[in-house]
C-alpha cells in the first residue's frame, strides 16, 4: 500500500508538470485527479500526447475548451479503448492535433465523433475524414465543423463518398456565397437525403448532389434552391426532369443572372409553368383527384380528403396519400388504374376498421371469446 501511495504520489507530480503550463490552482488540481487513472491504460508519454493536444488548443484558441476537452478524456478514451488499444488512442489525439492546426472546431468535433467513426469506417476511414474536413477547413471552417459533427449520421446514409458529394457542394457554396448559407445546408441534408432515398439509392443522391454542383458554377443560389426542390422535382418529373431543370438553369444563370435562375428553380417565374408541363412524364394526381375522390366517396359513404404524399400510398385513418405523379406506364389508362388500386387498397383499411383497433378493448373481447367457447364445450 505504502508502495502505491509513492507510486501515486511520483505519478501526481510528473502529470502535474505537464499541465501546470496552461492550469494553475484547483482547475489544476481536478485534472490531475481525473487523469491520473489513465496512466494504466495509455501511460505517461500517451497522456503526454493527449495533454499536449490539450495545451495546443490552450495556446492557440481556448483555454475553457482544452479544459473541457481534458475533463471529457477519460470517458472518450474508454469509448475509443473498445476499438483498439493505447496506440489507436494516441493516432487518433495525434489526428486531431493535424486537423487543428487548420482550424480548433473541426478538431474538436473530429475527437467527439471520432468512436462513432471508427465504429461505422475502421481507422482507416476516420483518416479519410479528417482529410476530407481538414480541406473544407481551409475554405471555411464553420462548415468544416459542422460537416464533421454530421459525418456518421451521412456515411450511414450515403457512404463516404455520399460525404464527398455533400462536403464538395457546400465548400462551393461557402466559397463563392457565404458560409451561413453552406452551414444551412448541411443541416438540411440528412433530411433532404432521406426524402431523395424514397425515389431510388446511393447513387442517386450522389448524382443529384453532384448535379447541383455542376449548377453552382454558373449560379450558387440556383444550386442551393435545385437542391432543396430536387425531392420535390424528382417526384414530378423523375432524375431526367431534374437534369432538364439544372440545364435550364444554367443557360438563364449564363444570360439574365443568378437572380432570375433561382427563381426559376423555385418555380417563380413565368416560364417555369410551361417548361415543367413539357418535360413532365407519366399521369399527375391533380388531374385525376376528382374522379378518385367520388369513387372513394361512393365505397365509403362518406367525404374522404386525398392528399398529395412525397413517397408511396399510405392513410393515417382520416385521409388518404397518393403520390403526387404516377409515370411506371407509357399509357396513361394504365397510370390511372394503378392510381385506383392504391386508393382502394388504402379506402378498405378505412372501410374494414384498420384503425378501430383499440388495446383497452382486448380484455373485454377474450373474455367473451372464453365465455362463448366455455360453454360449447
Known sequence: MVRNSIKKI???????KLLNVYYEGEVLENLVSELYPLVDSVAYDGLGKIVGFCNQL????????????????????????MYGDKVLVLNVYGLCSQVAGYSEGPAVRLLAVSPELIDRAGYDGLEKVAKLCGRVAQADSFVATRLMGLSPELIDRVGYDGLEKVAALCTQVARDYNWRTAV???GMSPDIIERLLRYGDKELVLNVYGLCSQVAMYSVRAAVSLLEQSPDLLGRASYGGLEKVACKASEIAKVDGEEKAASFVRGESSEYADFFEAISEGLELKRVKPVLLHYLNA???YRIEIVEAQGAATTDGERIFLPVRIKEFEDEDRNFILYKVMATHEEAHLEYGSF??????????????E???ERVL
Open 10 to 16: 511520483h505519478g501526481t507530480r510528473k502529470l502535474k
Open 58 to 81: 490552450a495556446g492557440d484558441h481556448s483555454g475553457r475548451t482544452a479544459v473541457t476537452l481534458l475533463e471529457e478524456s477519460p470517458e472518450l478514451i474508454d469509448r475509443l479503448l
Open 184 to 186: 444551412r445546408l448541411l
Open 299 to 301: 365505397l365509403l359513404g
Open 356 to 369: 378501430d383497433f383499440e388495446l383497452m378493448r382486448v380484455r373485454d373481447v377474450v373474455s367473451r371469446i
Open 371 to 373: 365465455g362463448k367457447y
